[in-house]
């Protein structure tokens, strides 16, 4: 397994075997590999051609390596983000989870089974039952109404006429879309388009939804209350989300966890406090580097330890308050603040912790 490094508090902490979730996961990846050109399947076990530049390796063997030896976890109800730059291997990874590309090695293993076991007709039925997928190219049909695209993936299903309806009624409803059901794809802006798109992901009542870039191509008003969608749909179904982007901002915003990969291995998987608080090397520093750190880090990241001669009382606030959230009592008060938890205290927030932060001198 490649080297990874996270230290969730919500997960299980193992040196060497740091990607699993505390709970059962929904779905977990374990040594994945995924090799475009021909005699792929040799090129994983072999650790001469694994070292080679992408650039040598296609010269020598006309290979190419897109994932690389990947392994996580994703627990059930997470948003897991896979962040990455162009060409980094973020939408072949996904692809392979549910063998839309066929991986070259490694184990899926999704709900306790191995998809990568699974035959022709069980992929069918996983992919008509427990996945939907939302594309960056919204992938509408054109020539059918939204509530007909919406009802899409129950038809495929089988499903009746009446129950399609009552189900694509219900989703157009809770995306926004009321009153639009009779449109065509073309009458709509683009992020009415990607609502449609989303309402038709959810209508199939899926066990996990997977994003490619979908909000990549709308502008960026748009792209912001797409993504509060998506936070407000969370919360309200606790669907388990994958989701990749190129953009720090929007990985930050929606990921409780966010792999970076990088040339298709994975760089670090971790809270997106975690990989501005403490990156991994100096690809991940440089990614976060204008990340405004008070906005992202917690108390946790900054308090120091307690000392015989700090306050015995005085306000008191959790180590999982975000700094920015705590400035103002921090520098309202003229002692420093307690940080408290599980009713004991366990450090101690300043004006020069805070200030440290504020200026960017951290
Ligand atoms: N069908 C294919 N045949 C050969 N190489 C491929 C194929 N699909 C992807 N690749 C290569 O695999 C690597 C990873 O591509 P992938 O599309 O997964 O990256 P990505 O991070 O999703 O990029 P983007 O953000 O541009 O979509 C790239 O070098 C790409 O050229």
């Known amino acids: 397994m490649a080297a990874v490094t996270e230290n969730s508090q919500d997960l299980t902490v193992t040196p060497g075997e740091s990607t699993t979730t505390a709970g059962k996961p929904l779905i977990s990846v374990r040594d994945l590999w995924m090799v475009f050109g021909p005699k792929a399947a040799t090129v994983p076990n072999n650790e001469e051609l694994c070292a080679l530049s992408r650039r040598e390796l296609m010269e020598r063997t006309g290979n190419t390596i897109a994932v690389r030896d990947i392994s996580f976890d994703v627990a059930p109800g997470e948003v897991f983000v896979v962040m990455g730059l162009s060409g980094s291997g973020k939408s072949t990874l996904v692809r392979c989870l549910t063998r839309l590309i066929e991986p070259t090695a490694g184990s899926v293993v999704f709900e306790g089974e191995n998809l990568l076991e699974a035959d022709a007709k069980r992929l069918r039925e996983l992919r008509r039952h427990k996945f939907s997928m939302v594309f960056q190219n919204f992938g509408l049909l054109p020539h059918r109404r939204v509530v007909d695209n919406v009802a899409y993936g129950l038809e495929v299903r089988g499903a009746g ?32 388009q990607q609502r449609v798109g989303l309402a038709r992901a959810l209508a199939v009542e899926p066990d996990l939804m997977l994003f490619d870039e979908p909000f990549s191509a709308l502008d960026p008003l748009i792209r912001r209350d797409m993504q509060n969608e998506v936070i407000r ?11 990749i982007t190129h953009d720090l901002s929007e990985a930050l915003k929606l990921g409780d966890r966010i792999l970076i990969m990088r040339d298709g291995k994975p760089v670090q998987i971790g809270t997106g406090d975690e990989l501005v608080g403490a990156p991994a090397d100096d690809y991940v520093r440089d990614f976060v580097s204008d990340v405004p750190k008070g906005d992202v880090l917690t108390l946790r990241w900054i308090m120091r330890p307690v000392t015989d001669a700090d306050p015995a009382d005085g306000p008191e606030v959790s180590p999982d308050t975000v700094i920015r959230d705590a400035t103002r009592l921090v520098l309202s008060n003229h002692q ?22 504020v200026a960017g001198v951290r």
Do not use: C, Q, W
Request: aromatic residues 4%; charged residues 30%; without cysteine.
């Open 161 to 192: 006429r009446a129950e399609r309806r009552e189900r694509a009624a219900e989703v157009i409803e809770l995306v926004g879309l009321a009153g639009y059901e009779n449109s065509y794809p073309d009458e709509l802006s683009g992020g009415m």
């Open 233 to 243: 749909l969370h919360r309200e179904l606790g669907k388990t989300m994958v989701f």
């Open 336 to 357: 420093p603040v307690r940080v408290v938890e599980n009713g004991a205290v366990v450090g101690i927030v300043g004006h020069e912790e805070i200030l440290a932060i």
